[in-house]
């Protein structure tokens, strides 16, 4: 039984066409995570929220939205996506408290041609 | 500079034999350490989690040793499978700002 779900899967984009990755989860967790990460890589975290507190990164660039209308979805928006952000998104969750583990969705795999 | 090291090369082990991964870090002491597995392509999945007054965690096959003092944490999968192949993340927990500090991962291939 899937708990974090990201759609779609697999996305193709092209140069400068704005993209949005949706992300859902089923265990009602306060902190929603967008983390992008490069092959060999450790996840790189580009923003979020606890609630409708939104927390970004200092390096996140502008080029990178986010939206979590309520408790179970979150959207990231790339508004015009360059050579450099083709990598894995992968929307994470947790309930928010010390100690926490973080559930991982499968990820989005977004090319950039 | 703050920094997580785990093995950039991939580590090759028989199967059968014990691997044993290490998740090495600077200037942080973090609360608690956590070591995930994850596929290619897909999201990391939680394994074992430590806290900085453990010393060691089992889970099955897995062992997790935390050494606040050498700032290191080993991470040993006993009786190794192929089916165990895959990258293995350490991240650290400060404890503040629900936020996980990520290792890069050590690609762990077990051979028949």
């Known amino acids: 039984d899937a708990m974090v779900i990201q759609n779609p899967r697999y996305q193709v984009t092209q140069f400068g066409k704005p993209v949005t990755l949706s992300c859902s989860q089923t265990?009602?967790?306060?902190?929603m995570y967008w983390y992008q990460q490069k092959s060999s890589q450790a996840p790189k975290l580009l923003f979020h929220y606890y609630d409708k507190d939104f927390n970004n990164e200092a390096d996140t660039p502008d080029n990178f939205q986010s939206r979590r209308p309520n408790t179970s979805f979150c959207f990231l928006d790339i508004r015009s996506p360059g050579l450099g952000d083709a990598a894995m998104y992968l929307c994470a969750t947790s309930s928010g408290q010390g100690g926490d583990i973080q559930y991982f969705g499968a990820g989005t795999r977004l090319s950039v041609l | 500079s703050q920094k997580i090291e785990q093995n950039s090369e991939a580590l090759n082990i028989q199967e059968g034999k014990t691997a044993t991964l290490t998740c090495n870090y600077t200037n942080y002491s973090p609360a608690y350490l956590q070591w995930y597995r994850q596929d290619p392509g897909r999201g990391p999945v939680f394994l074992l989690l430590i806290r900085e007054n453990e010393k060691e965690k089992r889970k099955e096959r897995l062992k997790v040793t935390f050494d606040t003092t050498l700032k290191q944490s080993l991470f040993h999968i006993t009786a190794s499978q192929p089916a165990d192949s895959a990258t293995y993340l350490c991240a650290l927990d400060m404890d503040s700002n629900y936020q996980l500090i990520w290792g890069a991962g050590t690609k762990l291939i077990i051979k028949p």
């Open positions: 265990l009602n967790h306060n902190v």
